[in-house]
C-alpha cells in the first residue's frame, strides 16, 4: 500500500474509532451499559488497527490485533505498557458481556471507567500518530 493510501486508510479507522467513542458515550446517558462498553471496545480497536497499519501490521482477528498491539507497539516502547492493560481489559468486558448468558455484573462505573479509558487510548494513539508523520 502506497503511503497516501496507507493515511487515507488511517484516516478512516480513526473516524470509525471517533465515531464508536460517541456512540458509546451517548449509550452511557442512556445507562444501555452493554451497548457502551462494546462500542468503547471498539473504539480501541479501530485506533489499534490504524496505528499497526502504519507500520505495515495487519491482522484478521481481535486476538490478533491486540498480540500485534503488545508485540510492535508496547514491547518495543512505542507505547506505555498500562494501554495493554486498557486494551485487554476493554476487549475482556465486551466479550464476556456480549457473548456469555450470565456474566459479571456490569454497572455505570465501570461502563463509565472503560469509556474514560477508551478517551485515553485514542488520545495516546493519535500522538504517536502524529509524532511518527501518519496524520497531521
Known amino acids: 500500500m502506497d503511503i497516501d493510501a496507507k493515511r487515507t486508510t488511517i484516516r478512516v479507522r480513526l473516524e ?3 465515531d464508536d467513542l460517541a456512540a458509546a458515550r451517548a449509550l452511557l446517558q442512556t445507562a444501555h451499559w452493554r451497548a457502551t462498553v462494546n462500542r468503547a471496545y471498539y473504539t480501541i480497536f479501530h485506533v489499534t488497527s490504524a496505528a ?3 507500520l505495515d501490521v495487519s491482522r484478521s482477528r481481535h486476538s490478533g490485533i491486540q498480540s500485534a498491539f503488545g508485540e510492535f507497539l508496547v514491547k518495543p516502547g512505542l507505547i506505555e505498557r498500562e494501554y495493554a492493560d486498557i486494551y485487554a481489559d476493554a476487549r475482556e ?3 464476556e458481556q456480549d457473548y456469555r448468558d450470565i456474566a459479571r455484573p456490569l454497572d455505570e462505573a465501570t461502563a463509565t471507567q472503560i469509556v474514560k479509558d477508551a478517551e485515553r487510548f485514542v488520545a495516546r494513539i493519535e500522538r504517536y500518530l502524529r509524532e511518527t508523520g501518519a496524520i497531521d
Do not use: N
Request: hydrophobic share 55%; aromatic share 22%; net charge positive.
Open 16 to 18: 470509525k474509532a471517533h
Open 52 to 54: 499497526l497499519l502504519w
Open 93 to 95: 468486558w465486551r466479550e
